[in-house]
């Protein structure tokens, strides 16, 4: 432990400041990327409000303990636009699917494309198998024999799978496909812009890789963070993206700082977005009792919270 803490200080005298800026405006356009989705969804005239909900939302996400962004996205979405508590959580649940969607179409398109120019790791394919196939055996296991479930998880599981299916069923009745294409639209380039924040975090120490390199490190790892289920894809993301560069030859506490200072960067953006936009609607940002309360005129959200993946 001593050597590790002795390396992250020799490291941050290496940190390159020109680099900080560039870092700034990647991580805001992954906070704006939520709000222009749900512009297309709600055809909003401005992206302002949907930027204060969203924003405020996250922090909360990031911050406190209790899991209050869900419930409180669908409180200041109610308040702030005439959307039925039908329509709102259907769409949080089609948000959600895009989302996870774009980055398994990017886990999958990263690896071959790393491979194809010369990347030839064999512990990130055999991490990428076994994650394949654990999620696989799990899904198979479960179709073919979910009695050997508890009843009462079965049933739970059942109407989760049937809540988000007719989620689904119901926001995409209600946009056209010009939504759908503008949300897949920004999906994908917040996926590019997590490769770039990737790459600046790494030339903020000093390190390079290529772009096919970055792009599989980047998606890989945000999928395996969102599949861990954990709050901000805590260990998932992490343990995977360290795992990820050492394999092709970033030292691990280089490897380390990138995850440090990915989540430094995420909770300083989030911390500024979000006083922001808690003053905007008239909110104290980390006001947890007045933030359950307004939490608890929501029911529990079943869509994925897109912000706390890695």
């Known amino acids: 432990m001593h050597e590790l803490a002795a390396g992250l200080a020799a490291l941050a005298g290496r940190i390159e400041p020109a680099w900080?800026?560039?870092?700034a405006a990647v991580v805001f356009a992954?906070?704006?990327a939520e709000p222009l989705r749900w512009r297309t969804y709600l055809r909003a005239r401005t992206t302002g409000t949907l930027m204060r909900i969203f924003s405020l939302a996250a922090l909360v996400g990031y911050a406190l303990p209790a899991k209050l962004g869900l419930p409180l996205r669908i409180v200041l979405l109610r308040r702030h636009f005439p959307l039925p508590l039908a329509t709102v959580s259907a769409l949080l649940v089609l948000d959600g699917v895009l989302y996870y969607g774009a980055w398994a179409a990017a886990a999958l398109i990263g690896l071959p494309w790393a491979a194809a120019n010369g990347w030839k790791p064999d512990g990130a394919w055999i991490l990428a198998a076994v994650l394949l196939l654990a999620m696989s055996a799990a899904a198979v296991g479960l179709a073919c024999r979910p009695q050997r479930l508890p009843a009462s998880i079965r049933s739970r599981l059942h109407r989760l799978i049937v809540r988000h299916a007719e989620g689904v069923r119901i926001a995409v009745s209600m946009i056209d496909r010009r939504a759908l294409g503008s949300a897949a639209a920004v999906n994908a380039l917040d996926v590019l812009g997590h490769t770039l924040r990737h790459g600046v975090l790494l030339a903020l120490i000093g390190q390079s890789l290529s772009a096919?390199?970055?792009f599989a490190i980047t998606s890989l790892s945000i999928f395996a963070g969102?599949?861990?289920m954990m709050p901000m894809?805590?260990?998932g993301y992490d343990l995977t993206l360290i795992f990820l560069l050492k394999l092709h030859g970033i030292p691990v506490a280089d490897a380390l700082s990138v995850a440090l200072a990915n989540r430094a960067a995420n909770l300083a953006m989030s911390l500024s977005l979000g006083s922001w936009a808690g003053a905007g609607l008239g909110l104290g940002?980390?006001?947890r009792g007045s933030l359950a309360r307004i939490a608890a005129e929501a029911p529990p959200a079943t869509g994925p919270d897109s912000q706390d993946s890695r």
Do not use: C, M, R
């Open 20 to 23: 900080l800026v560039p870092l």
């Open 30 to 32: 992954h906070f704006l």
């Open 212 to 214: 096919p390199e970055l």
């Open 226 to 228: 969102l599949v861990s």
């Open 233 to 235: 894809g805590l260990g």
């Open 285 to 287: 940002a980390l006001n």
